[in-house]
């Protein structure tokens, strides 16, 4: 079964560049879309945005001037970017598999599995 | 402030039910599918409930989710003190072009 991992920097200094990544085991991650979504300490779950195995991405409006994600040719890794971070940017950042697609006139959208979750914080 | 509507709390004995409602407009759960995670204290959210009522292999049948026009809702059954976590429910919406979830409910079994 798929499972996943992050990995990255868990300081990150104001202004800079968060940059983290998701590895994928037990499977690839071809004919899927793959996400990260973030959690500030103590709220609620944020969506970031997601990747298709073929590279296209969609991302939330709000951080859309500030993200980029990435997938890895291997096939095994996906990344996320995020410019100028602030302390706002202070989370737990969570890769997932999303499950998205349109059919009758909805859309179907879900996230399984997760990995454990990193947190990244930001200060000087 | 989140895009769905979740009560803060709720609170039920053992053995009890207990429903957690979401809420919000026709951009999201009115038109498109909802689903429900549960996040453990310390650890990651995982899926409980998708497409509205769909439950994962491994999903007891004493989780359960239905929706209504603009509302959904996840009920659990025969409440254990390992069902102690906060749920929260997502989905798509339309008008934004993201994915939404809830604020979280505190689940506490008395």
């Known amino acids: 079964q798929v499972q996943l991992q992050e990995s990255g920097p868990g300081l990150v200094k104001p202004s800079e560049t968060l940059s983290l990544t998701c590895t994928v085991s037990?499977?690839?991650?071809?004919?899927?879309?793959w996400s990260w979504i973030r959690q500030p300490p103590g709220k609620g779950l944020e969506w970031i945005g997601y990747?298709?195995?073929?590279?296209?991405?969609a991302y939330n409006p709000s951080l859309e001037s500030r993200v980029g994600i990435s997938i890895d040719t291997s096939k095994t890794h996906f990344s996320l970017r995020l410019s100028s971070v602030t302390a706002a940017d202070t989370a737990v950042y969570y890769c997932?598999?999303?499950?998205?697609?349109?059919?009758?006139?909805?859309?179907?959208?879900?996230?399984?599995?997760w990995g454990q979750g990193t947190l990244v914080t930001v200060s000087s | 402030q989140s895009v769905l509507t979740q009560p803060p709390s709720v609170s039920a004995a053992p053995g009890q039910k207990v429903t957690i409602s979401c809420s919000a407009s026709?951009?999201?759960?009115?038109?498109?599918?909802v689903s429900w995670y549960q996040q453990l204290s310390g650890t990651a959210p995982k899926l409980l409930i998708y497409?509205?009522?769909k439950r994962p292999s491994g999903i007891p049948d004493r989780f359960s989710g239905s929706k209504s026009g603009t509302s959904a809702t996840l009920g659990i059954t025969g409440l254990q003190t390992g069902d102690e976590a906060v749920y929260y429910c997502?989905?798509?919406?339309?008008?934004?072009?993201?994915?939404?979830f809830g604020g979280g409910t505190k689940l506490t079994v008395l």
């Open positions: 997502g989905t798509w919406d339309t008008s934004r072009l993201n994915a939404v």
């Open positions: 026709s951009s999201n759960i009115g038109n498109n599918y």
């Open positions: 997932a598999r999303q499950m998205y697609s349109y059919d009758s006139g909805a859309y179907s959208n879900w996230f399984d599995p």
């Open positions: 037990g499977g690839s991650t071809s004919y899927a879309y």
């Open positions: 990747i298709y195995h073929s590279g296209s991405t």
């Open positions: 497409d509205n009522n």
